[in-house]
T-cell receptor, first 111, second 115 residues
Framework: EDQVTQSPEALRLQEGESSSLNCSYT??????LFWYRQDPGKGPEFLFT???AGEEKEKERLKATLTKKESFLHITAPKPEDSATYLC????????????FGSGTQLTVLP | GAGVSQSPSNKVTEKGKDVELRCDPI?????LYWYRQSLGQGLEFLIY????????KSGLPSDRFSAERTGGSVSTLTIQRTQQEDSAVYLC?????????????FGAGTRLSVL
């Protein structure tokens, strides 16, 4: 059974204080690993897809990396507007296309 | 439209009543998914439609839940004889199987409250 575990559950940072969120996964043949951002009362907003170990992607203050067992979302010099819940999900190989999500990391960036 | 549209945004119902939730995917997207997000929990897969193929219903929690997709576009998720444990946010997503690959784009969701 595919499984995704995110840590920490919650993280409070001061503005400008860099940190990383962790996503550990077990999946039968990884088709892709996805990071989403979710603001209160809204649906998840796509950030990144990573397909193979060693791959990295960046967008503004965010950088996602992937190994065979986990992914990290690095946040450099965060701002209060980066406060949100960050969700990690995996898509397995084969015919299934649904995503298996972790429970998320709730990030709060204090001014 | 520009994104995935869901309606209603909020639905309050009484235990035992039936509800219908609607999803309008991004134009041209052939794949459509329904997920459920309960308070403090991760998103849980419910059902997946791909073109004209038979849907993958493996995530539906009971036979009170059903969904259909008409004309390969709009989808309706129906919950019969609602129970309090059905209270959650129901999210719809769509994706294209070409170009952008498997990226799923989500709507804002329908918040269902069963009293």
């Amino acid at each position: 059974e595919d499984q995704v575990t995110q840590s920490p559950e919650a993280l409070r940072l001061q503005e400008g204080e860099s940190s990383s969120l962790n996503c550990s996964y077990t999946v039968s043949g990884l088709r892709g690993l996805f990071w989403y951002r979710q603001d209160p009362g809204k649906g998840p907003e796509f950030l990144f897809t990573l397909y193979s170990a060693g791959e990295e992607k960046e967008k503004e203050r965010l950088k996602a990396t992937l190994t065979k067992k986990e992914s990290f979302l690095h946040i450099t010099a965060p701002k209060p507007e980066d406060s949100a819940t960050y969700l990690c999900a995996v898509q397995a190989g084969g015919s299934a296309r649904q995503l298996t999500f972790g429970s998320g990391t709730q990030l709060t960036v204090l001014p | 439209g520009a994104g995935v549209s869901q309606s209603p945004s909020n639905k309050v119902t009484e235990k035992g009543k039936d509800v219908e939730l609607r999803c309008d995917p991004i134009s041209g997207h052939t794949a459509l998914y329904w997920y459920r997000q309960s308070l403090g929990q991760g998103l849980e897969f419910l059902i997946y439609f791909q073109g004209n193929s038979a849907p993958d219903k493996s995530g539906l929690p009971s036979d009170r839940f059903s969904a259909e997709r008409t004309g390969g576009s709009v989808s309706t998720l129906t919950i019969q004889r609602t129970q309090q444990e059905d209270s959650a946010v129901y999210l719809c997503a769509s994706s294209s199987t070409t170009g952008g690959g498997n990226i799923q784009y989500f709507g804002a969701g329908t918040r269902l409250s069963v009293l």
